[in-house]
């Protein structure tokens, strides 16, 4: 992945006006426990497709789409995907065990069980670890801005969302990061979509609410032209992908 500065990430976007994915850590990892969040086969299905179209529209010459991974993301997510992963590891072995005893059954089964899986030797969690780490290495990296970090330190500190609740300063940086690329690609008028995608409703969302941003945060957002989304499907549509 290469790490440019905020005028830098800028200026190399332009060569490839493209739409922009500035997804979160909760986002990236979520493609690690897609099986563990989702019960519908569908929706994950859906959720899967998303990705990968986003992902191989990143990795087209030229560019059908832009990956900006701001900081502190690649720290995040390799603290957090290595146990998300041996937590599905953990789950897939229980599907194991439990299909284990309905095969001493199935003398008293209505039907044959068939041949024995076990899913816990599939390598899931792995190859969906792989897709979600592949957007770290398709993208690019914002170097650590001073000021950014100032004003996300100002917003932990006044409790300004994402931080409303206190804390999440690692949020703030990522926002406060994603905003000052927005704003400086403005200044280059660039035309295509900006859309930010998390999956953190506590922190990004009004209290009570799934889907509708915070009223400070929205406004910052359209401010600079970001899309807000909640989920694959709806970045790859705000992308027009």
Same mark, same amino acid.
């Given at each position: 992945?290469?790490?440019?500065?905020?005028?830098?990430?800028?200026?190399?976007?332009?060569?490839?006006?493209?739409?922009?994915?500035?997804?979160?850590?909760?986002?990236?990892?979520?493609?690690?426990?897609?099986?563990?969040?989702?019960?519908?086969?569908?929706?994950?299905?859906?959720?899967?497709?998303?990705?990968?179209?986003?992902?191989?529209?990143?990795?087209?010459?030229?560019?059908?789409?832009?990956?900006?991974?701001?900081?502190?993301?690649?720290?995040?997510?390799?603290?957090?995907?290595?146990?998300?992963?041996?937590?599905?590891?953990?789950?897939?072995?229980?599907?194991?065990?439990?299909?284990?005893?309905? *095969?001493?059954?199935?003398? +008293?089964?209505?039907?044959?069980?068939?041949?024995?899986?076990?899913?816990?030797?599939?390598?899931?969690?792995?190859?969906?670890?792989?897709?979600?780490?592949? %957007?770290?290495?398709?993208?690019?990296? +914002?170097?650590?801005? *001073?000021?950014?970090?100032?004003?996300?330190?100002?917003?932990?500190?006044?409790?300004?969302?994402?931080?409303?609740?206190?804390?999440? *300063?690692?949020?703030?940086?990522?926002?406060?990061?994603?905003?000052?690329?927005?704003?400086?690609?403005?200044? *280059?008028? %660039?035309?295509?979509?900006?859309?930010?995608?998390?999956?953190?409703?506590?922190?990004?969302?009004?209290?009570?609410?799934?889907?509708?941003?915070?009223?400070?945060?929205?406004?910052? %957002?359209?401010?600079?032209?970001?899309? %807000?989304?909640?989920?694959?499907?709806?970045?790859?549509?705000?992308?027009?992908?």
């Amino acid at each position: 992945m290469t790490t440019l500065s905020i005028t830098e990430v800028a200026r190399e976007i332009m060569k490839s006006a493209a739409p922009v994915l500035f997804p979160d850590t909760c986002s990236l990892v979520d493609l690690i426990r897609l099986p563990i969040r989702n019960n519908e086969p569908a929706k994950v299905l859906r959720t899967l497709n998303a990705a990968q179209e986003i992902l191989a529209a990143a990795r087209q010459t030229p560019r059908k789409a832009w990956i900006v991974i701001a900081p502190p993301i690649p720290i995040e997510w390799a603290e957090h995907s290595v146990a998300t992963t041996e937590n599905l590891s953990v789950e897939l072995r229980r599907i194991d065990e439990l299909l284990e005893v309905l *095969h001493t059954l199935e003398p +008293i089964a209505k039907f044959p069980l068939g041949s024995r899986i076990s899913y816990s030797d599939l390598e899931i969690g792995a190859g969906l670890s792989n897709i979600s780490q592949n %957007f770290l290495l398709s993208g690019i990296e +914002i170097q650590s801005d *001073h000021d950014s970090t100032v004003k996300a330190s100002f917003r932990e500190i006044s409790k300004t969302p994402p931080a409303a609740k206190g804390g999440a *300063h690692k949020d703030c940086m990522i926002v406060e990061h994603v905003i000052a690329v927005c704003r400086e690609l403005d200044n *280059h008028s %660039f035309a295509a979509n900006k859309v930010f995608l998390t999956s953190n409703t506590h922190d990004f969302c009004e209290p009570g609410s799934r889907s509708t941003l915070q009223a400070t945060l929205a406004e910052e %957002f359209e401010s600079v032209g970001l899309e %807000f989304t909640l989920t694959w499907e709806w970045a790859r549509q705000k992308m027009g992908l």
